[in-house]
């Protein structure tokens, strides 16, 4: 999907040093982005990862938090959903 994507391009960018927070929320986000974030360049630095509205599995977040929480960096992976397996089937969330 897209936002799989944008992960992997984000995790590559050399401009992901200068950040301080990073916002991929409210999409598609799956295993396989956040595998190309925690495998790209360091995300150590952040102070804040948005990650809200996500497919994730239980798995991949405690490997999300266990790579970057004790680092500081905040995470927000709140309203996970169950990843239908046909990446058609993921919507993403619309803000109210």
Same mark, same amino acid.
């Given at each position: 999907?897209?936002?799989? $994507?944008?992960?992997?391009?984000?995790? $590559?960018?050399?401009?992901?040093?200068?950040?301080?927070?990073?916002?991929?929320?409210?999409?598609?986000?799956?295993?396989?982005?956040?595998?190309?974030?925690?495998?790209?360049?360091?995300?150590t630095h952040l102070?804040?990862? *948005?990650?809200?509205?996500?497919?994730?599995?239980?798995?991949?977040?405690?490997?999300?938090?266990?790579?970057?929480? %004790?680092s500081g960096v $905040?995470? *927000?992976?709140?309203?996970?959903?169950? *990843? %239908?397996?046909?990446?058609?089937?993921?919507?993403?969330?619309? %803000?109210?």
């Amino acid at each position: 999907m897209l936002q799989d $994507e944008i992960a992997a391009a984000v995790a $590559e960018a050399p401009v992901v040093a200068q950040l301080r927070s990073l916002a991929l929320s409210m999409g598609t986000l799956s295993d396989t982005g956040a595998a190309a974030l925690l495998n790209g360049r360091s995300l150590t630095h952040l102070r804040w990862l *948005d990650l809200q509205h996500h497919y994730l599995s239980a798995a991949m977040m405690r490997r999300l938090r266990d790579a970057l929480e %004790p680092s500081g960096v $905040e995470i *927000d992976l709140s309203d996970g959903r169950e *990843d %239908p397996g046909d990446s058609r089937w993921r919507y993403v969330a619309l %803000p109210r």
